[in-house]
Protein backbone atom coordinates (compact mmCIF):
# COMPACT_ATOMS: atom_id res chain seq x y z
CA UNK A 1 0.00 0.00 0.00
CA UNK A 2 2.85 2.75 0.75
CA UNK A 3 4.41 1.76 -2.07
CA UNK A 4 1.27 2.38 -4.36
CA UNK A 5 0.72 5.35 -2.47
CA UNK A 6 4.24 6.40 -3.48
CA UNK A 7 3.20 6.25 -6.83
CA UNK A 8 0.19 8.18 -6.54
CA UNK A 9 1.17 10.82 -9.60
CA UNK A 10 0.81 7.66 -11.92
CA UNK A 11 -2.40 6.82 -10.41
CA UNK A 12 -3.69 10.08 -11.09
CA UNK A 13 -3.04 10.04 -14.89
CA UNK A 14 -4.67 6.62 -15.35
CA UNK A 15 -8.04 5.86 -16.75
CA UNK A 16 -8.42 2.83 -15.44
CA UNK A 17 -6.94 0.37 -13.24
CA UNK A 18 -6.13 -3.20 -14.65
CA UNK A 19 -5.26 -5.65 -11.46
CA UNK A 20 -4.29 -9.19 -12.39
CA UNK A 21 -6.18 -12.06 -9.88
CA UNK A 22 -4.83 -14.97 -11.94
CA UNK A 23 -5.46 -17.95 -9.49
CA UNK A 24 -2.57 -20.25 -8.40
CA UNK A 25 -3.58 -24.37 -8.01
CA UNK A 26 -2.19 -23.91 -4.39
CA UNK A 27 -5.65 -21.33 -3.86
CA UNK A 28 -7.96 -23.80 -5.48
CA UNK A 29 -11.27 -23.78 -3.44
CA UNK A 30 -9.58 -22.17 -0.19
CA UNK A 31 -10.69 -19.53 1.61
CA UNK A 32 -7.20 -17.76 0.64
CA UNK A 33 -7.96 -17.68 -2.59
CA UNK A 34 -11.12 -15.50 -1.94
CA UNK A 35 -9.12 -13.42 0.30
CA UNK A 36 -6.19 -12.81 -2.29
CA UNK A 37 -9.05 -11.90 -4.95
CA UNK A 38 -10.75 -9.90 -1.99
CA UNK A 39 -7.51 -7.67 -1.15
CA UNK A 40 -6.24 -7.41 -4.67
CA UNK A 41 -9.49 -5.93 -5.67
CA UNK A 42 -9.77 -3.50 -2.45
CA UNK A 43 -6.43 -2.01 -3.21
CA UNK A 44 -7.70 -1.25 -6.55
CA UNK A 45 -10.71 -0.15 -6.10
CA UNK A 46 -8.53 2.40 -3.07
CA UNK A 47 -6.39 3.32 -5.74
CA UNK A 48 -8.58 4.31 -8.24
CA UNK A 49 -10.80 6.74 -5.62
CA UNK A 50 -7.47 8.82 -5.17
CA UNK A 51 -7.50 12.00 -6.55
CA UNK A 52 -10.55 14.46 -7.45
CA UNK A 53 -13.63 13.31 -8.98
CA UNK A 54 -14.94 9.93 -9.48
CA UNK A 55 -13.63 6.70 -8.90
CA UNK A 56 -11.25 5.26 -11.94
CA UNK A 57 -12.94 1.99 -13.17
CA UNK A 58 -11.18 -1.07 -12.17
CA UNK A 59 -11.38 -4.11 -14.74
CA UNK A 60 -9.88 -7.58 -13.18
CA UNK A 61 -7.46 -9.56 -15.43
CA UNK A 62 -8.59 -13.08 -14.99
CA UNK A 63 -8.16 -16.69 -16.37
CA UNK A 64 -10.81 -19.35 -17.24
CA UNK A 65 -8.47 -21.84 -16.04
CA UNK A 66 -5.84 -22.12 -13.22
CA UNK A 67 -2.07 -20.81 -14.09
CA UNK A 68 -0.28 -23.26 -15.75
CA UNK A 69 -3.12 -25.45 -15.93
CA UNK A 70 -6.21 -25.60 -18.40
CA UNK A 71 -8.24 -27.02 -15.24
CA UNK A 72 -11.53 -24.53 -15.45
CA UNK A 73 -12.19 -22.69 -12.31
CA UNK A 74 -14.44 -24.85 -10.17
CA UNK A 75 -18.04 -23.69 -10.81
CA UNK A 76 -20.21 -22.15 -8.52
CA UNK A 77 -22.72 -23.73 -6.26
CA UNK A 78 -24.58 -21.81 -3.95
CA UNK A 79 -24.77 -22.74 -0.06
CA UNK A 80 -25.89 -19.41 0.98
CA UNK A 81 -28.77 -18.35 3.51
CA UNK A 82 -30.94 -15.88 1.34
CA UNK A 83 -32.35 -12.80 3.37
CA UNK A 84 -35.75 -10.86 2.78
CA UNK A 85 -35.42 -11.54 -1.47
CA UNK A 86 -35.52 -13.76 -3.68
CA UNK A 87 -32.92 -11.93 -6.00
CA UNK A 88 -30.09 -12.67 -3.75
CA UNK A 89 -28.07 -9.57 -3.25
CA UNK A 90 -28.52 -9.47 0.11
CA UNK A 91 -27.40 -12.98 1.19
CA UNK A 92 -25.12 -14.00 3.53
CA UNK A 93 -23.39 -16.71 5.47
CA UNK A 94 -21.83 -18.02 2.38
CA UNK A 95 -20.16 -21.24 3.38
CA UNK A 96 -17.08 -22.26 1.34
CA UNK A 97 -17.66 -25.22 -0.80
CA UNK A 98 -15.44 -27.41 -3.12
CA UNK A 99 -17.42 -25.43 -5.63
CA UNK A 100 -16.71 -21.84 -4.70
CA UNK A 101 -13.54 -20.15 -7.46
CA UNK A 102 -15.83 -18.68 -9.79
CA UNK A 103 -17.52 -16.71 -6.82
CA UNK A 104 -13.89 -16.23 -5.33
CA UNK A 105 -12.51 -14.40 -8.24
CA UNK A 106 -16.18 -13.12 -10.90
CA UNK A 107 -17.93 -12.64 -8.00
CA UNK A 108 -16.06 -11.29 -5.18
CA UNK A 109 -14.49 -8.72 -7.76
CA UNK A 110 -18.03 -7.29 -9.20
CA UNK A 111 -19.22 -7.23 -5.34
CA UNK A 112 -16.35 -5.03 -5.15
CA UNK A 113 -17.02 -2.79 -7.58
CA UNK A 114 -14.99 -4.20 -10.27
CA UNK A 115 -16.08 -2.29 -13.50
CA UNK A 116 -15.41 -5.62 -15.91
CA UNK A 117 -13.72 -8.92 -16.27
CA UNK A 118 -10.93 -9.55 -19.12
CA UNK A 119 -10.19 -13.17 -19.69
CA UNK A 120 -7.00 -14.00 -21.16
CA UNK A 121 -5.24 -17.55 -21.70
CA UNK A 122 -2.42 -19.14 -23.59
CA UNK A 123 -1.41 -21.37 -26.36
CA UNK A 124 -2.37 -24.70 -24.57
CA UNK A 125 -6.02 -24.29 -24.58
CA UNK A 126 -5.53 -25.22 -27.93
CA UNK A 127 -3.04 -28.12 -27.66
CA UNK A 128 -5.35 -30.64 -28.29
CA UNK A 129 -9.18 -30.84 -29.77
CA UNK A 130 -10.10 -32.29 -26.69
CA UNK A 131 -9.01 -29.44 -24.58
CA UNK A 132 -10.42 -27.03 -27.06
CA UNK A 133 -13.89 -28.50 -27.05
CA UNK A 134 -13.16 -28.63 -23.04
CA UNK A 135 -12.95 -24.95 -22.71
CA UNK A 136 -15.84 -24.74 -25.08
CA UNK A 137 -18.21 -26.16 -22.94
CA UNK A 138 -16.96 -24.42 -20.03
CA UNK A 139 -17.54 -21.15 -22.06
CA UNK A 140 -21.19 -21.64 -23.27
CA UNK A 141 -21.45 -23.75 -19.46
CA UNK A 142 -20.94 -23.24 -16.19
CA UNK A 143 -18.52 -19.98 -16.95
CA UNK A 144 -20.84 -18.68 -19.21
CA UNK A 145 -24.18 -18.91 -17.40
CA UNK A 146 -22.14 -17.92 -14.24
CA UNK A 147 -21.14 -14.54 -15.59
CA UNK A 148 -24.43 -13.79 -17.12
CA UNK A 149 -26.12 -14.46 -13.68
CA UNK A 150 -23.60 -12.04 -11.42
CA UNK A 151 -23.65 -9.20 -14.59
CA UNK A 152 -27.40 -9.09 -14.54
CA UNK A 153 -27.32 -8.59 -11.20
CA UNK A 154 -25.39 -6.14 -11.32
CA UNK A 155 -27.84 -4.64 -13.83
CA UNK A 156 -30.46 -4.71 -11.72
CA UNK A 157 -28.97 -3.21 -8.75
CA UNK A 158 -27.76 -0.50 -10.68
CA UNK A 159 -31.44 0.37 -12.01
CA UNK A 160 -32.92 -0.10 -8.55
CA UNK A 161 -30.39 1.93 -6.64
CA UNK A 162 -28.92 4.86 -8.65
CA UNK A 163 -31.03 4.62 -11.86
CA UNK A 164 -28.38 3.01 -13.65
CA UNK A 165 -26.02 5.89 -13.48
CA UNK A 166 -23.48 4.05 -11.26
CA UNK A 167 -22.66 0.32 -10.15
CA UNK A 168 -23.02 -1.59 -6.71
CA UNK A 169 -20.66 -2.19 -4.22
CA UNK A 170 -20.64 -3.92 -0.99
CA UNK A 171 -21.25 -1.56 2.45
CA UNK A 172 -18.39 -3.83 4.13
CA UNK A 173 -15.93 -5.25 1.79
CA UNK A 174 -15.07 -8.24 4.20
CA UNK A 175 -18.67 -8.95 3.96
CA UNK A 176 -18.92 -12.44 2.16
CA UNK A 177 -22.58 -10.85 0.12
CA UNK A 178 -22.63 -11.63 -3.83
CA UNK A 179 -24.40 -9.65 -6.34
CA UNK A 180 -26.09 -13.11 -7.84
CA UNK A 181 -29.64 -13.58 -8.47
CA UNK A 182 -31.99 -16.53 -7.40
CA UNK A 183 -32.70 -19.57 -9.57
CA UNK A 184 -36.21 -19.43 -8.51
CA UNK A 185 -36.22 -16.48 -10.23
CA UNK A 186 -34.73 -16.90 -13.23
CA UNK A 187 -33.43 -19.25 -15.71
CA UNK A 188 -30.65 -19.37 -18.17
CA UNK A 189 -31.01 -21.24 -21.59
CA UNK A 190 -28.93 -21.63 -24.79
CA UNK A 191 -30.82 -20.51 -27.89
CA UNK A 192 -28.96 -20.67 -30.90
CA UNK A 193 -25.52 -20.46 -29.98
CA UNK A 194 -25.84 -17.99 -27.78
CA UNK A 195 -27.08 -17.93 -23.23
CA UNK A 196 -30.05 -16.15 -22.82
CA UNK A 197 -31.59 -14.75 -19.41
CA UNK A 198 -35.23 -15.10 -18.84
CA UNK A 199 -37.16 -13.85 -15.92
CA UNK A 200 -39.77 -16.02 -14.57
CA UNK A 201 -41.06 -13.88 -11.95
CA UNK A 202 -40.43 -10.20 -12.49
CA UNK A 203 -41.88 -8.84 -9.05
CA UNK A 204 -39.30 -10.44 -7.72
CA UNK A 205 -36.60 -8.27 -8.67
CA UNK A 206 -37.99 -5.19 -7.05
CA UNK A 207 -36.48 -4.17 -3.43
CA UNK A 208 -33.77 -5.59 -0.85
CA UNK A 209 -30.78 -3.69 -3.00
CA UNK A 210 -30.06 -1.71 -0.36
CA UNK A 211 -29.45 -4.09 2.59
CA UNK A 212 -25.98 -4.40 2.20
CA UNK A 213 -25.17 -3.01 -1.41
CA UNK A 214 -24.43 1.08 -1.89
CA UNK A 215 -23.21 2.89 -5.01
CA UNK A 216 -20.49 4.16 -6.95
CA UNK A 217 -20.02 6.63 -9.68
CA UNK A 218 -16.76 6.36 -12.06
CA UNK A 219 -15.16 8.41 -14.52
CA UNK A 220 -16.47 6.09 -17.00
CA UNK A 221 -19.52 5.65 -17.82
CA UNK A 222 -21.31 2.62 -16.47
CA UNK A 223 -22.58 0.55 -19.18
CA UNK A 224 -25.49 -0.66 -18.33
CA UNK A 225 -29.49 -2.16 -19.98
CA UNK A 226 -32.00 -0.40 -19.30
CA UNK A 227 -34.33 -3.40 -18.04
CA UNK A 228 -36.40 -4.54 -20.70
CA UNK A 229 -40.44 -5.17 -20.47
CA UNK A 230 -40.26 -8.03 -22.11
CA UNK A 231 -39.02 -11.09 -20.59
CA UNK A 232 -36.22 -12.28 -22.13
CA UNK A 233 -32.74 -10.44 -21.54
CA UNK A 234 -30.34 -11.82 -24.88
CA UNK A 235 -27.29 -12.81 -23.54
CA UNK A 236 -25.31 -10.11 -25.84
CA UNK A 237 -27.15 -7.27 -24.35
CA UNK A 238 -25.46 -7.41 -21.07
CA UNK A 239 -22.39 -5.32 -21.24
CA UNK A 240 -20.43 -7.38 -18.41
CA UNK A 241 -20.49 -10.43 -19.90
CA UNK A 242 -19.75 -9.22 -23.13
CA UNK A 243 -16.86 -7.70 -21.47
CA UNK A 244 -15.42 -10.97 -20.34
CA UNK A 245 -17.30 -13.17 -22.72
CA UNK A 246 -15.93 -11.44 -26.25
CA UNK A 247 -12.63 -11.14 -25.38
CA UNK A 248 -12.31 -14.80 -24.16
CA UNK A 249 -13.94 -16.16 -27.46
CA UNK A 250 -11.98 -13.98 -29.73
CA UNK A 251 -8.57 -14.80 -28.15
CA UNK A 252 -9.83 -18.61 -28.30
CA UNK A 253 -10.82 -17.89 -32.23
CA UNK A 254 -7.09 -16.46 -32.82
CA UNK A 255 -5.51 -19.63 -30.67
CA UNK A 256 -7.61 -22.14 -33.02
CA UNK A 257 -6.77 -20.43 -36.31
CA UNK A 258 -4.62 -22.82 -38.57
CA UNK A 259 -0.95 -22.29 -38.52
CA UNK A 260 -0.04 -20.78 -35.21
CA UNK A 261 3.04 -22.15 -33.94
CA UNK A 262 5.92 -20.22 -33.00
CA UNK A 263 8.66 -19.84 -35.25
CA UNK A 264 12.09 -18.04 -35.41
CA UNK A 265 12.09 -14.59 -37.75
CA UNK A 266 14.52 -13.97 -39.85
CA UNK A 267 15.57 -10.47 -39.69
CA UNK A 268 14.51 -8.02 -42.51
CA UNK A 269 16.37 -5.69 -44.24
CA UNK A 270 14.25 -3.83 -46.26
CA UNK A 271 11.50 -3.29 -43.62
CA UNK A 272 10.47 0.62 -43.14
CA UNK A 273 13.51 2.13 -44.91
CA UNK A 274 12.16 4.72 -47.11
CA UNK A 275 9.09 5.67 -43.66
CA UNK A 276 11.56 6.40 -41.31
CA UNK A 277 11.66 10.05 -42.45
CA UNK A 278 8.60 10.17 -44.63
CA UNK A 279 5.33 11.72 -43.63
CA UNK A 280 2.24 10.02 -43.73
CA UNK A 281 0.36 8.74 -46.79
CA UNK A 282 -2.74 10.32 -47.15
CA UNK A 283 -5.52 11.03 -50.21
CA UNK A 284 -4.19 14.45 -51.68
CA UNK A 285 -8.25 14.66 -53.25
CA UNK A 286 -11.65 13.49 -52.03
CA UNK A 287 -12.28 10.01 -53.30
CA UNK A 288 -15.26 9.00 -53.15
CA UNK A 289 -15.64 4.79 -51.77
CA UNK A 290 -19.01 3.46 -53.97
CA UNK A 291 -20.23 0.08 -52.80
CA UNK A 292 -22.16 -2.74 -54.46
CA UNK A 293 -22.92 -6.72 -53.84
CA UNK A 294 -22.42 -9.35 -56.19
CA UNK A 295 -25.15 -12.12 -56.38
CA UNK A 296 -24.49 -15.60 -56.35
CA UNK A 297 -24.39 -18.15 -54.08
CA UNK A 298 -23.10 -16.95 -51.21
CA UNK A 299 -23.56 -13.07 -52.41
CA UNK A 300 -20.40 -10.82 -51.91
CA UNK A 301 -20.46 -6.92 -50.73
CA UNK A 302 -17.61 -5.16 -51.83
CA UNK A 303 -16.64 -1.81 -51.81
CA UNK A 304 -14.56 0.43 -54.75
CA UNK A 305 -12.40 2.97 -54.93
CA UNK A 306 -11.39 4.05 -58.17
CA UNK A 307 -8.25 5.62 -59.28
CA UNK A 308 -7.96 9.35 -60.05
CA UNK A 309 -4.94 11.61 -60.94
CA UNK A 310 -4.23 14.83 -58.70
CA UNK A 311 -7.14 17.10 -59.91
CA UNK A 312 -9.99 14.12 -58.83
CA UNK A 313 -10.38 12.82 -62.46
CA UNK A 314 -10.83 9.36 -63.14
CA UNK A 315 -7.75 7.90 -64.92
CA UNK A 316 -7.33 4.08 -66.11
CA UNK A 317 -5.89 1.73 -63.00
CA UNK A 318 -2.34 1.05 -63.27
CA UNK A 319 -3.33 -1.98 -61.09
CA UNK A 320 -6.34 -4.10 -59.73
CA UNK A 321 -6.54 -4.35 -56.08
CA UNK A 322 -8.07 -7.26 -54.71
CA UNK A 323 -8.01 -6.93 -50.61
CA UNK A 324 -9.35 -9.33 -47.95
CA UNK A 325 -9.56 -8.92 -44.08
CA UNK A 326 -9.33 -10.88 -41.32
CA UNK A 327 -11.09 -12.62 -38.53
CA UNK A 328 -12.08 -9.65 -36.57
CA UNK A 329 -12.61 -7.15 -39.68
CA UNK A 330 -14.61 -6.21 -42.91
CA UNK A 331 -13.67 -4.55 -46.03
CA UNK A 332 -14.85 -0.92 -43.90
CA UNK A 333 -11.40 -1.30 -41.98
CA UNK A 334 -9.52 -0.57 -45.37
CA UNK A 335 -12.02 2.42 -46.25
CA UNK A 336 -11.26 3.51 -42.19
CA UNK A 337 -8.17 2.86 -42.29
CA UNK A 338 -7.69 5.08 -45.38
CA UNK A 339 -5.65 2.17 -47.65
CA UNK A 340 -8.73 2.56 -50.44
CA UNK A 341 -8.53 6.39 -51.30
CA UNK A 342 -4.48 5.85 -50.66
CA UNK A 343 -4.35 3.38 -53.38
CA UNK A 344 -6.92 5.36 -55.97
CA UNK A 345 -4.91 8.20 -56.11
CA UNK A 346 -1.95 6.40 -56.22
CA UNK A 347 -3.50 5.31 -59.53
CA UNK A 348 -4.66 1.68 -58.03
CA UNK A 349 -8.31 0.22 -58.63
CA UNK A 350 -9.25 -1.17 -55.11
CA UNK A 351 -12.17 -3.62 -54.86
CA UNK A 352 -12.53 -4.80 -51.03
CA UNK A 353 -14.68 -7.59 -50.28
CA UNK A 354 -16.92 -9.26 -47.12
CA UNK A 355 -16.06 -12.43 -47.39
CA UNK A 356 -18.58 -14.93 -46.50
CA UNK A 357 -20.22 -14.51 -43.04
CA UNK A 358 -18.42 -11.48 -42.49
CA UNK A 359 -19.74 -7.50 -42.43
CA UNK A 360 -22.48 -7.47 -45.05
CA UNK A 361 -21.56 -10.58 -46.97
CA UNK A 362 -23.89 -13.21 -45.68
CA UNK A 363 -22.68 -17.19 -44.88
CA UNK A 364 -22.28 -19.47 -46.51
CA UNK A 365 -22.00 -24.07 -46.20
CA UNK A 366 -21.06 -24.59 -49.31
CA UNK A 367 -17.52 -22.77 -48.50
CA UNK A 368 -15.96 -25.77 -46.90
CA UNK A 369 -13.14 -26.90 -48.99
CA UNK A 370 -9.82 -25.13 -50.75
CA UNK A 371 -11.39 -25.73 -53.84
CA UNK A 372 -15.10 -23.94 -53.31
CA UNK A 373 -13.03 -20.74 -51.86
CA UNK A 374 -10.97 -20.66 -54.53
CA UNK A 375 -13.84 -21.27 -57.00
CA UNK A 376 -15.22 -18.05 -54.88
CA UNK A 377 -12.38 -15.82 -55.65
CA UNK A 378 -12.43 -16.64 -59.01
CA UNK A 379 -16.27 -15.84 -59.45
CA UNK A 380 -15.44 -12.39 -57.61
CA UNK A 381 -12.77 -11.27 -60.25
CA UNK A 382 -13.89 -12.52 -63.01
CA UNK A 383 -17.84 -10.77 -62.58
CA UNK A 384 -15.87 -7.65 -61.84
CA UNK A 385 -13.55 -7.77 -64.70
CA UNK A 386 -10.36 -8.47 -63.05
CA UNK A 387 -8.18 -10.52 -65.38
CA UNK A 388 -5.10 -10.24 -63.40
CA UNK A 389 -4.68 -9.02 -59.66
CA UNK A 390 -2.90 -7.77 -56.82
CA UNK A 391 -4.45 -9.83 -53.87
CA UNK A 392 -3.78 -8.28 -50.17
CA UNK A 393 -4.81 -10.98 -47.80
CA UNK A 394 -4.34 -10.56 -43.78
CA UNK A 395 -4.72 -13.31 -41.46
CA UNK A 396 -7.96 -15.74 -41.26
CA UNK A 397 -8.69 -14.67 -45.08
CA UNK A 398 -5.39 -17.00 -46.11
CA UNK A 399 -8.06 -19.76 -45.94
CA UNK A 400 -8.83 -18.07 -49.79
CA UNK A 401 -5.80 -16.36 -50.94
CA UNK A 402 -2.84 -19.53 -50.13
CA UNK A 403 -4.75 -21.96 -51.87
CA UNK A 404 -5.51 -19.44 -54.80
CA UNK A 405 -1.85 -18.56 -55.13
CA UNK A 406 -1.06 -22.19 -55.36
CA UNK A 407 -4.35 -22.89 -58.18
CA UNK A 408 -4.38 -19.77 -59.87
CA UNK A 409 -1.11 -17.54 -59.26
CA UNK A 410 -1.24 -16.86 -63.06
CA UNK A 411 -3.77 -15.26 -62.11
CA UNK A 412 -2.54 -12.92 -59.96
CA UNK A 413 0.15 -10.01 -60.39
CA UNK A 414 1.41 -9.51 -57.12
CA UNK A 415 0.59 -11.17 -53.77
CA UNK A 416 0.56 -9.21 -50.68
CA UNK A 417 0.20 -12.03 -47.59
CA UNK A 418 -0.15 -10.25 -44.15
CA UNK A 419 0.71 -12.87 -41.38
CA UNK A 420 -1.61 -15.51 -43.25
CA UNK A 421 -3.20 -18.71 -41.88
CA UNK A 422 -2.76 -21.84 -43.98
CA UNK A 423 1.07 -21.57 -44.90
CA UNK A 424 2.05 -25.24 -43.40
CA UNK A 425 -0.52 -27.10 -46.01
CA UNK A 426 1.87 -26.44 -48.80
CA UNK A 427 5.48 -28.48 -49.07
CA UNK A 428 8.59 -26.25 -50.47
CA UNK A 429 8.25 -27.99 -54.17
CA UNK A 430 5.27 -26.33 -54.33
CA UNK A 431 6.27 -22.76 -52.96
CA UNK A 432 8.90 -22.65 -55.41
CA UNK A 433 6.57 -23.51 -58.53
CA UNK A 434 4.64 -19.96 -58.07
CA UNK A 435 6.27 -17.35 -59.50
CA UNK A 436 3.98 -14.15 -58.46
CA UNK A 437 6.17 -11.27 -56.92
CA UNK A 438 5.10 -11.34 -53.17
CA UNK A 439 5.33 -8.89 -50.14
CA UNK A 440 5.59 -10.71 -46.93
CA UNK A 441 4.09 -8.47 -43.96
CA UNK A 442 4.19 -9.14 -40.75
CA UNK A 443 4.42 -7.54 -37.01
CA UNK A 444 7.68 -7.62 -35.40
CA UNK A 445 5.21 -8.67 -31.64
CA UNK A 446 3.83 -11.15 -33.94
CA UNK A 447 5.91 -14.14 -33.02
CA UNK A 448 3.21 -16.81 -33.18
CA UNK A 449 1.18 -16.39 -36.83
CA UNK A 450 3.19 -13.85 -38.12
CA UNK A 451 6.80 -15.25 -37.71
CA UNK A 452 5.30 -19.06 -38.59
CA UNK A 453 3.74 -17.26 -41.88
CA UNK A 454 6.73 -15.21 -42.83
CA UNK A 455 9.38 -18.47 -42.60
CA UNK A 456 7.02 -20.62 -44.69
CA UNK A 457 6.60 -17.92 -47.03
CA UNK A 458 10.44 -16.83 -47.61
CA UNK A 459 10.63 -20.19 -49.89
CA UNK A 460 8.36 -18.31 -52.81
CA UNK A 461 11.42 -17.62 -55.06
CA UNK A 462 10.39 -14.06 -55.72
CA UNK A 463 9.29 -12.78 -52.18
CA UNK A 464 10.58 -9.76 -50.68
CA UNK A 465 9.92 -8.29 -46.66
CA UNK A 466 8.34 -5.63 -45.13
CA UNK A 467 8.23 -6.32 -40.89
CA UNK A 468 7.29 -3.47 -39.07
CA UNK A 469 9.05 -2.80 -36.18
CA UNK A 470 6.62 -2.42 -32.93
CA UNK A 471 3.57 -3.86 -34.47
CA UNK A 472 1.37 -6.66 -33.32
CA UNK A 473 -0.60 -9.57 -35.43
CA UNK A 474 -2.63 -6.99 -37.41
CA UNK A 475 0.47 -5.24 -37.97
CA UNK A 476 -1.34 -2.70 -40.87
CA UNK A 477 -3.40 -1.69 -38.17
CA UNK A 478 -0.36 -0.71 -35.10
CA UNK A 479 1.90 1.13 -37.56
CA UNK A 480 -0.45 2.48 -40.62
CA UNK A 481 1.87 4.99 -42.03
CA UNK A 482 4.95 2.24 -42.52
CA UNK A 483 2.58 -0.01 -43.94
CA UNK A 484 1.21 2.24 -46.75
CA UNK A 485 4.94 3.24 -47.43
CA UNK A 486 5.68 -0.31 -47.69
CA UNK A 487 2.51 -0.97 -50.09
CA UNK A 488 3.07 1.55 -52.39
CA UNK A 489 7.11 1.07 -53.08
CA UNK A 490 6.50 -2.11 -53.68
CA UNK A 491 3.53 -1.95 -56.17
CA UNK A 492 6.31 0.57 -58.17
CA UNK A 493 7.98 -2.44 -58.90
CA UNK A 494 5.50 -4.42 -60.14
Excluded at 259 to 267: C, F, T, Y
Excluded at 408 to 431: D, E, M
Excluded at 452 to 476: D, F, I, M, T, W
Aim: charged share 15%.
Amino acid sequence: MSRNDQLNWLWMESTALFPSIYMGPVLRSTKHGRLFVRNRVKEAIRVASVGKGVTRPVFVYTRPTYIGQTTPLSEWERRCQQITTRLALCQTDCQLTPQMDLISTIGESVALGAAGVIFWGDTSYASSPSSCSNLNEYLMGSLGSYLLNVSTAAEVCSESLCKSRGRCLRKRPDQDVYLHLDSSSHSIISLSGQLKFVVEDRRSHDGGHHCHFSVTVTRLSFNTIIYPRSLAMNFLRNRLVVLGLVLLATLLLYLLLPAIRQGSMEPSLDAQKTSATSPPLVASVNVSIRTGQLPGDPPLFFREALPVDAAGRQMLPRLQIVMLHGQAFTSKTWEELGTMSILATHGYQTLAVDLPGYGKSPDSESLKTDQSRVDLLSRFMESLGIRYAVLVSPSMSGHYSIPFLMKNSAKLQAFIPIAPVGTRSYTPQQYQNVQTPTLIVFGALDTNLGAQSHKNLLQLPHASVLKLEGARHACYMDKPKEFHHGLINFLRNV
